[in-house]
């Protein structure tokens, strides 16, 4: 079957560095995504991975290994705002996305 | 990015009443629109796969006859929740995908209410 986890909650201090799991099972692959969406919200595209290894852009970075079936997004200098819940999402064969649960971040003061 | 517009952004209505939600891509053509629905604190959950100009796809569990998807057009979307009951009060979301593109953009959202 096809699956997708990650944590449900983090919790982070403003300032810091956090980084989010996420591991992987689709029917064949495409890519690997992650969303940001804040409560109430639509989610909003972060970034895209379908080769291994590190993408970065700005504050945040995205890495896949697709031998592992693993991807995490990495925060930095994190921002009040940027508590949020972020979604991992794996593409399949047919090009349909497979979504993860969420991860709840918290940045505390 | 492109840019999807999802209308309604709120709608409260009366039980057994039908609400029509539009999803727009405003400067690409979405040859795939996708809608979802998210209870509180869950994750999306893929309602319907519809191309333009062909009947949606439904997902296993989701009614047909009760959520009415139309892609009449490149740049249109609908979904009607007929005879809605305070059960399917939920926060409705589309995304539209353009030709040969992975990358699906979403829309604000439809946060429905039933009462």
């Known amino acids: 079957g096809q699956n997708i986890d990650q944590p449900t909650e983090m919790t982070a201090t403003e300032g810091a560095i956090v980084q989010i799991n996420c591991t992987y099972q689709?029917?064949?692959?495409?890519?690997l995504f992650w969303y940001q969406q804040h409560a109430g919200e639509a989610p909003t595209f972060l970034s895209y991975?379908?080769l291994d290894g590190l993408e970065e852009k700005g504050r945040f970075s995205s890495f896949l290994s697709r031998s592992k079936g693993y991807s995490y997004l990495l925060l930095k200098e994190l921002q009040m705002k940027d508590s949020a819940s972020y979604l991992c999402?794996?593409?399949?064969?047919?090009?349909?996305?497979?979504w993860g649960a969420g991860t709840k971040l918290i940045i505390k003061p | 990015g492109a840019v999807v517009s999802q209308h309604p952004s709120r709608v409260i209505c009366k039980s057994g009443t039908s609400v029509k939600i539009e999803c727009r891509s405003l400067?690409?053509?979405?040859?795939?629109m996708f809608w979802y629905r998210q209870f509180p604190k869950q994750s999306l959950m893929l309602m319907a796969t519809?191309?333009?100009?062909?009947?949606?796809?439904?997902e296993q569990g989701v009614e047909k006859d009760k959520f009415l998807i139309n892609h009449a057009s490149l740049t249109l979307s609908t979904l009607t929740v007929t005879s809605a009951h305070p059960e399917d009060s939920s926060f409705y979301i589309c995304?539209?995908?353009?030709?040969?593109?992975?990358?699906?953009?979403f829309g604000q959202g439809t946060r429905l209410t039933v009462v």
């Open positions: 689709t029917s064949g692959f495409n890519g």
């Open positions: 519809s191309n333009e100009g062909s009947k949606a796809t439904y």
């Open positions: 400067d690409f053509q979405a040859t795939t």
């Open positions: 991975n379908v």
């Open positions: 999402a794996g593409m399949d064969s047919n090009y349909q996305l497979i």
């Open positions: 995304s539209a995908r353009g030709g040969g593109e992975t990358e699906a953009f």
